[in-house]
C-alpha cells in the first residue's frame, strides 16, 4: 500500500510514460495533463479507496489498457 493522494498535473510532461501503477493508493482523481502521455499502454488503477475516476480524455489515448 502507498498513500498517493493527488497525482500532479506536472505527470503530463512524461510524454513517453508507457506504464503507470497507481495501484492500492488513496487517489480519488487523475489529472487530465495524463492525457498528453500518449504513449501510455497500461494505466493500473486497481484498489484506490475511494475508487479512481478516469477523465475521458485518459480513456480516450490509443491502445492503453486500464487496470481498474
Known amino acids: 500500500t502507498n498513500a498517493l493522494s493527488v497525482l500532479p498535473d506536472e505527470i503530463g510532461k512524461l510524454s ?3 506504464k503507470l501503477s497507481l495501484a492500492h493508493n488513496f487517489l ?3 489529472p ?3 492525457a498528453q502521455c500518449t504513449q501510455l499502454k ?3 488503477i486497481r ?3 475511494p475508487p479512481l475516476l ?3 480524455e485518459i ?3 490509443p491502445g492503453i489498457t486500464i487496470l481498474e
Do not use: G, R, Y
Request: charged share 30%; net charge neutral; glycine share 0%.
Open 59 to 61: 480513456k480516450a489515448i
Open 47 to 49: 484498489s484506490n479507496n
Open 28 to 30: 480519488t482523481a487523475l
Open 16 to 18: 513517453k510514460l508507457e
Open 54 to 56: 478516469v477523465p475521458e
Open 42 to 44: 497500461t494505466l493500473d
Open 32 to 34: 487530465k495533463s495524463l
